[in-house]
């Protein structure tokens, strides 16, 4: 089984910055995971080349306590858009997604007009 690096990992974090959650993000080589849930787990998996835009998005009370959100769009047919809520470093971890982002879409040979007109040759 091929397992990807993980390059980057946090949780949600919630009142004071505080990583008190259930949300943990996941960035690996190829792919952006989504994990949710105590009781009732779910996990989300964007694959990198898929997504279109990322942008970065501080309030004030995020600016406080040091986080940031990281709205995602995508091309992913059950994920077309989602964010990475308050996370630490939020500044930095969006450039890791869009360098990744661009290293997928040129390993993969994707362009934007793939993913915008629906070739779903690369679906996994």
Not at 85 to 95: L, P
Request: net charge positive; glycine share 4%.
């Amino acid at each position: 089984m091929n397992k990807d690096k993980i390059i980057w990992k946090d949780r949600k974090r919630t009142i004071f910055g505080l990583p008190i959650s259930f949300t943990v993000y996941t960035l690996t080589e190829k792919k952006l995971l989504i994990d949710t849930g105590f009781l009732n787990k779910r996990q989300e998996e964007i694959m990198l080349f898929r997504i279109t835009d990322v942008t970065l998005e501080r309030r004030l009370s995020q600016r406080i306590f040091g986080v940031g959100t990281i709205h995602c769009c995508s091309a992913d047919k059950t994920t077309p858009e989602f964010d990475i809520k308050n996370v630490k470093n939020s500044s930095q971890v969006k450039e890791l997604i869009s360098d990744q982002v661009f290293k997928e879409r040129k390993e993969n040979g994707v362009s934007s007009r793939e993913i915008q007109f629906g070739n779903d040759e690369f679906e996994h």
